[in-house]
T-cell receptor, first 111, second 114 residues
Framework: KQEVTQIPAALSVPEGENLVLNCSFT??????LQWFRQDPGKGLTSLLL?????REQTSGRLNASLDKSSGRSTLYIAASQPGDSATYLC??????????FGKGTRLLVKP | ETGVTQSPTHLIKTRGQQVTLRCSSQ?????VSWYQQALGQGPQFIFQ???????GRGNFPPRFSGLQFPNYSSELNVNALELDDSALYLC?????????????FGPGTRLTVL
Protein backbone atom coordinates (compact mmCIF):
# COMPACT_ATOMS: atom_id res chain seq x y z
CA LYS A 1 0.00 0.00 0.00
CA GLN A 2 1.40 3.35 -1.04
CA GLU A 3 2.22 5.76 1.78
CA VAL A 4 3.40 9.33 1.37
CA THR A 5 5.29 11.13 4.11
CA GLN A 6 6.19 14.79 4.24
CA ILE A 7 8.92 16.27 6.40
CA PRO A 8 8.92 18.62 8.19
CA ALA A 9 5.30 18.89 9.30
CA ALA A 10 5.77 22.61 9.91
CA LEU A 11 8.41 25.15 9.04
CA SER A 12 8.92 28.79 9.97
CA VAL A 13 11.52 30.87 8.14
CA PRO A 14 12.39 34.54 7.74
CA GLU A 15 11.59 36.20 4.46
CA GLY A 16 14.25 35.77 1.78
CA GLU A 17 15.44 32.32 2.80
CA ASN A 18 15.74 29.46 0.36
CA LEU A 19 14.03 26.34 1.66
CA VAL A 20 13.46 22.69 0.85
CA LEU A 21 10.37 20.61 1.54
CA ASN A 22 10.70 16.85 1.48
CA CYS A 23 8.34 14.11 0.33
CA SER A 24 8.92 10.36 0.40
CA PHE A 25 6.80 7.51 -0.91
CA THR A 26 6.98 3.78 -0.25
CA UNK A 27 6.11 2.33 -3.68
CA UNK A 28 8.27 3.53 -6.55
CA UNK A 29 5.74 2.33 -9.18
CA UNK A 30 4.22 5.75 -9.71
CA UNK A 31 3.05 7.48 -12.87
CA UNK A 32 3.60 11.00 -11.62
CA LEU A 33 4.09 13.19 -8.58
CA GLN A 34 2.48 16.55 -8.03
CA TRP A 35 3.04 19.36 -5.56
CA PHE A 36 0.06 21.42 -4.45
CA ARG A 37 -0.42 24.52 -2.37
CA GLN A 38 -3.38 24.90 -0.01
CA ASP A 39 -4.34 28.10 1.76
CA PRO A 40 -6.30 27.72 5.04
CA GLY A 41 -9.78 26.30 4.45
CA LYS A 42 -9.34 26.45 0.68
CA GLY A 43 -8.95 24.05 -2.22
CA LEU A 44 -5.72 22.92 -3.84
CA THR A 45 -3.64 24.81 -6.36
CA SER A 46 -1.34 22.74 -8.53
CA LEU A 47 2.26 23.97 -8.45
CA LEU A 48 4.32 21.41 -10.33
CA LEU A 49 3.60 18.05 -11.97
CA UNK A 50 6.50 15.66 -12.60
CA UNK A 51 5.88 12.64 -14.83
CA UNK A 52 7.63 9.41 -13.84
CA UNK A 53 10.10 9.75 -16.72
CA UNK A 54 11.17 13.24 -15.62
CA ARG A 55 13.71 14.25 -12.99
CA GLU A 56 12.59 17.79 -12.25
CA GLN A 57 10.25 20.63 -13.11
CA THR A 58 10.65 24.36 -12.58
CA SER A 59 8.20 27.22 -12.35
CA GLY A 60 9.43 30.63 -11.33
CA ARG A 61 10.98 30.39 -7.86
CA LEU A 62 9.87 26.78 -7.47
CA ASN A 63 11.83 23.69 -8.44
CA ALA A 64 10.69 20.14 -7.80
CA SER A 65 12.83 17.05 -8.22
CA LEU A 66 11.90 13.39 -8.39
CA ASP A 67 14.02 10.34 -7.62
CA LYS A 68 11.73 7.36 -8.22
CA SER A 69 14.28 4.73 -7.27
CA SER A 70 14.76 6.16 -3.79
CA GLY A 71 11.12 7.20 -3.41
CA ARG A 72 11.87 10.84 -2.82
CA SER A 73 10.89 14.27 -4.08
CA THR A 74 11.90 17.73 -2.96
CA LEU A 75 10.29 21.10 -3.50
CA TYR A 76 12.78 23.95 -3.47
CA ILE A 77 11.49 27.48 -2.91
CA ALA A 78 13.94 30.26 -3.64
CA ALA A 79 13.87 33.66 -1.94
CA SER A 80 10.78 32.92 0.13
CA GLN A 81 8.12 35.61 0.58
CA PRO A 82 5.32 36.05 3.16
CA GLY A 83 2.85 35.26 0.37
CA ASP A 84 4.36 31.77 0.16
CA SER A 85 2.87 30.96 3.58
CA ALA A 86 0.53 28.01 3.08
CA THR A 87 0.40 24.23 3.40
CA TYR A 88 2.29 22.36 0.70
CA LEU A 89 1.02 18.92 -0.23
CA CYS A 90 2.82 16.22 -2.15
CA UNK A 91 0.76 13.60 -4.01
CA UNK A 92 1.66 10.55 -6.08
CA UNK A 93 -0.45 8.89 -8.76
CA UNK A 94 0.12 5.15 -8.59
CA UNK A 95 -1.70 2.02 -9.66
CA UNK A 96 -5.17 3.29 -8.79
CA UNK A 97 -7.22 6.08 -10.30
CA UNK A 98 -6.26 8.77 -7.84
CA UNK A 99 -3.64 10.67 -5.97
CA UNK A 100 -2.26 9.48 -2.65
CA PHE A 101 -1.47 12.56 -0.60
CA GLY A 102 0.91 13.29 2.22
CA LYS A 103 -0.27 15.25 5.26
CA GLY A 104 1.51 18.37 4.09
CA THR A 105 4.09 20.81 5.36
CA ARG A 106 2.74 24.04 6.92
CA LEU A 107 5.03 26.87 5.89
CA LEU A 108 5.15 30.26 7.57
CA VAL A 109 7.38 32.93 6.04
CA LYS A 110 7.86 35.81 8.47
CA PRO A 111 8.43 39.36 7.15
CA GLU B 1 -13.29 29.11 -19.33
CA THR B 2 -14.80 28.61 -15.87
CA GLY B 3 -13.00 26.62 -13.21
CA VAL B 4 -14.28 23.89 -10.93
CA THR B 5 -17.05 25.09 -8.64
CA GLN B 6 -18.60 23.43 -5.60
CA SER B 7 -21.73 24.06 -3.61
CA PRO B 8 -22.54 24.73 -0.91
CA THR B 9 -19.47 26.36 0.63
CA HIS B 10 -20.35 25.34 4.17
CA LEU B 11 -22.88 22.93 5.59
CA ILE B 12 -23.89 21.87 9.10
CA LYS B 13 -25.75 18.61 9.66
CA THR B 14 -26.53 16.34 12.60
CA ARG B 15 -25.65 12.69 13.04
CA GLY B 16 -27.83 10.33 11.05
CA GLN B 17 -28.84 12.89 8.44
CA GLN B 18 -28.08 12.71 4.74
CA VAL B 19 -26.20 15.27 2.69
CA THR B 20 -25.64 16.02 -1.00
CA LEU B 21 -22.65 18.00 -2.23
CA ARG B 22 -22.35 19.30 -5.77
CA CYS B 23 -19.49 19.87 -8.17
CA SER B 24 -19.43 21.52 -11.59
CA SER B 25 -16.46 20.40 -13.62
CA GLN B 26 -14.30 22.64 -15.71
CA UNK B 27 -15.46 23.11 -19.29
CA UNK B 28 -14.38 20.22 -21.52
CA UNK B 29 -13.67 17.86 -18.62
CA UNK B 30 -15.41 14.48 -18.48
CA UNK B 31 -13.89 13.10 -15.27
CA VAL B 32 -14.63 14.08 -11.68
CA SER B 33 -12.89 12.78 -8.57
CA TRP B 34 -13.97 13.34 -4.98
CA TYR B 35 -11.69 13.60 -1.96
CA GLN B 36 -12.25 13.92 1.79
CA GLN B 37 -9.81 16.02 3.79
CA ALA B 38 -10.04 15.83 7.56
CA LEU B 39 -8.48 18.61 9.61
CA GLY B 40 -4.69 18.41 9.55
CA GLN B 41 -4.65 15.53 7.06
CA GLY B 42 -4.05 15.17 3.37
CA PRO B 43 -7.02 14.55 1.07
CA GLN B 44 -8.20 10.94 0.74
CA PHE B 45 -9.68 9.59 -2.47
CA ILE B 46 -13.37 8.67 -2.29
CA PHE B 47 -14.23 7.81 -5.92
CA GLN B 48 -13.95 8.90 -9.50
CA UNK B 49 -16.56 9.22 -12.25
CA UNK B 50 -15.72 9.04 -15.94
CA UNK B 51 -18.46 9.66 -18.49
CA UNK B 52 -21.20 8.99 -15.89
CA UNK B 53 -19.73 5.68 -14.64
CA UNK B 54 -17.86 5.07 -11.40
CA UNK B 55 -14.29 4.44 -12.48
CA GLY B 56 -12.52 3.73 -9.21
CA ARG B 57 -13.19 3.85 -5.49
CA GLY B 58 -11.13 4.40 -2.37
CA ASN B 59 -11.60 2.84 1.05
CA PHE B 60 -14.96 4.43 1.90
CA PRO B 61 -18.17 2.63 2.97
CA PRO B 62 -21.21 2.30 0.65
CA ARG B 63 -23.02 5.13 2.43
CA PHE B 64 -20.76 7.37 0.34
CA SER B 65 -22.24 7.35 -3.14
CA GLY B 66 -22.11 9.55 -6.18
CA LEU B 67 -23.54 10.47 -9.52
CA GLN B 68 -22.26 12.10 -12.65
CA PHE B 69 -24.67 13.80 -15.01
CA PRO B 70 -24.60 14.09 -18.83
CA ASN B 71 -23.06 17.57 -18.51
CA TYR B 72 -20.33 15.91 -16.36
CA SER B 73 -21.26 17.74 -13.18
CA SER B 74 -21.32 15.46 -10.16
CA GLU B 75 -22.90 14.86 -6.77
CA LEU B 76 -21.51 13.24 -3.65
CA ASN B 77 -24.15 11.78 -1.34
CA VAL B 78 -23.43 10.69 2.21
CA ASN B 79 -26.08 8.82 4.19
CA ALA B 80 -26.31 8.21 7.93
CA LEU B 81 -23.80 10.94 8.75
CA GLU B 82 -21.26 10.28 11.48
CA LEU B 83 -19.20 12.78 13.47
CA ASP B 84 -16.05 11.62 11.66
CA ASP B 85 -17.57 12.69 8.34
CA SER B 86 -16.80 16.28 9.34
CA ALA B 87 -14.23 17.39 6.76
CA LEU B 88 -13.49 19.47 3.71
CA TYR B 89 -14.81 17.70 0.62
CA LEU B 90 -12.92 18.47 -2.55
CA CYS B 91 -13.76 17.63 -6.11
CA UNK B 92 -11.34 17.67 -9.00
CA UNK B 93 -12.04 17.52 -12.70
CA UNK B 94 -9.84 16.45 -15.59
CA UNK B 95 -10.09 15.79 -19.32
CA UNK B 96 -9.72 12.07 -18.68
CA UNK B 97 -9.06 9.71 -15.80
CA UNK B 98 -5.48 8.83 -16.58
CA UNK B 99 -2.27 9.76 -14.83
CA UNK B 100 -1.28 12.20 -17.57
CA UNK B 101 -4.40 14.33 -17.15
CA UNK B 102 -3.95 17.33 -14.88
CA UNK B 103 -6.58 17.49 -12.16
CA UNK B 104 -8.07 20.87 -11.28
CA PHE B 105 -9.48 21.18 -7.79
CA GLY B 106 -12.48 23.16 -6.64
CA PRO B 107 -12.55 25.27 -3.47
CA GLY B 108 -14.25 22.55 -1.43
CA THR B 109 -17.32 22.18 0.76
CA ARG B 110 -16.78 22.32 4.52
CA LEU B 111 -19.13 19.80 6.19
CA THR B 112 -19.65 19.87 9.95
CA VAL B 113 -21.56 17.03 11.58
CA LEU B 114 -22.85 17.70 15.11
Amino acid sequence: KQEVTQIPAALSVPEGENLVLNCSFTDSAIYNLQWFRQDPGKGLTSLLLIQSSQREQTSGRLNASLDKSSGRSTLYIAASQPGDSATYLCAVWGQGFSFIFGKGTRLLVKP
Amino acid sequence: ETGVTQSPTHLIKTRGQQVTLRCSSQSGHNTVSWYQQALGQGPQFIFQYYREEENGRGNFPPRFSGLQFPNYSSELNVNALELDDSALYLCASSEGGSSTDTQYFGPGTRLTVL
